[in-house]
């Protein structure tokens, strides 16, 4: 390849990652509206509270279960117009949503949206390490904090419009389900624009990937896949129990704490962008270990604090903890450099997968015990960081001649 195509290839192309972010908002967006109908259809048509945890049960599953076989099937058969498909399908179950009324209709409609997640992500994420260039970890940030922002945005909007309106009104998410496929298909045809460069099916593992043997890669996935469960389960008590916690342990008000977990939040979001970054300029590893271990000094002195440094702490958590996904992610795909659609689809499905799991088990425990005893075992979870130290030191990144 001559010096001008290989700088090319290795050239950041915003424009393709502001929209695959744009579409990755709108996407986690229409997704957070599920939770937000629960107190509408069960006071409706008379659900239990079992009823309602296989609804979330069903729509994990099928978000989450099936992104590495449809990341699979996606290494072998690259699909240039996957996403904008699964924006149909998301499209469909947001239709069938706002018109169900019966409980099955209900579990279809929410398993079409999660089928819709499950094809979205993989290829997305693909599409952000070409469109990176060498800067991958900072592309998987910025694809990744368009989600974050989904699921910040989403519940505000269902405040304002489905819990005032009623399950009818779910129609008009529908608007942006249309939106995010109609930003798609440029993305898609410039996807498709690369797979027909006879070099972008090349791809060249750095030394440091071909010294490891199969047994030790997969070890170290092993190992990711531990980290990802301490910072998504560690997640998921302080988004679906922060606002609980403050209230029963400070007697704030509801609006107080909603301004709290927001904070927390944008910290979170701030987070993932900077983490990116830094990991592309100084290794993922040290990355993985600064955010999850170098997280834990602050979530262990969290639930013993004032509530102005119960604060100035969750900001802080939320700063150094989200920086871990792109660089877990990053580091998984230079560990299987061949297998990218199926690395994502098994990260980002353990993201929705664990996250739902963790505030089951956060909310069993907090019933059988107390909001802030949930605090007081959560926060060990970042100690899990320790195991950074069994991931191997690679240097090397994805390239392709």
């Known amino acids: 390849m001559d010096s001008y195509a290989t700088k090319r290839q290795e050239k950041t192309l915003y424009s393709i990652l ?8 709108l996407n986690d967006m229409m997704q957070s509206i599920i939770p937000s109908i629960y107190p509408i259809i069960k006071n409706q048509y008379g659900f239990t509270f079992g009823q309602i945890g296989i609804i979330t049960l069903v729509f994990q599953m099928t978000s989450s279960l099936l992104q590495p ?35 099955a209709f209900i579990i279809l409609a929410v398993g079409v949206i999660g089928m819709g997640s499950s094809i979205f992500h993989p290829e997305a994420s693909r599409i952000a390490q070409l469109a990176g ?65 006879p070099a972008s099916r090349k791809i060249i593992v750095s030394p440091a990937i071909k010294d490891l043997s199969r047994s030790r890669i997969n070890w170290a996935i092993a190992i990711l896949c531990v980290l990802t469960f ?101 580091y998984a795909t230079e560990l299987k450099p061949d297998k990218v659609g199926m690395m994502a689809g098994l990260f980002f499905g353990l993201n929705f997968g664990l996250g739902g799991i963790g505030s089951a088990f956060f909310g069993w425990l907090a019933d059988k015990t107390s909001i802030e005893f949930i605090f007081q075992i959560s926060t060990l979870l970042p100690l899990l960081g320790m195991v950074t130290v069994f991931l191997p030191n690679i240097d090397g990144r994805r390239v392709m001649r």
């Open 230 to 330: 301490s910072k998504y389960f560690y997640m998921a008590s302080m988004t679906s129990y922060f606002t609980f916690f403050l209230i029963d342990k400070f007697g704030v008000d509801i609006k107080v704490s909603q301004l709290c977990l927001f904070a927390f939040m944008a910290a979170v979001a701030i987070g993932t962008i900077l983490g990116g970054s830094i990991g592309d300029r100084y290794g993922r590893k040290y990355v993985i270990w600064g955010s999850i271990l170098g997280a834990a000094p602050f979530t262990l002195a969290l639930p013993y604090v004032n509530f102005t440094l119960t604060i100035i702490l969750a900001i802080i958590i939320g700063l150094v903890i989200s920086s871990a996904f792109s660089a877990i992610l990053v």
């Open 133 to 197: 260039g060498r800067k991958k970890g900072l592309a998987q940030s910025i694809f990744q904090v368009g989600g974050n922002g989904g699921s910040a945005i989403g519940p505000l909007l269902a405040a304002v419009i489905v819990i005032p309106y009623g399950q009818r009104s779910i129609i008009w998410f529908a608007i942006a389900a249309f939106v995010a496929g109609i930003t798609l298909l440029p993305v898609g045809k410039w996807y498709k624009s690369v797979l027909h460069r």
């Open 69 to 103: 076989l449809v990341g699979r099937v996606a290494d072998r058969h690259p699909m240039p117009y996957a996403l904008s498909a699964g924006m149909v399908f998301t499209l469909i179950g947001i239709i069938l949503l706002s018109v169900a009324n019966k409980y």
């Open 18 to 25: 502001f929209a695959i972010s744009f579409a990755h908002l």
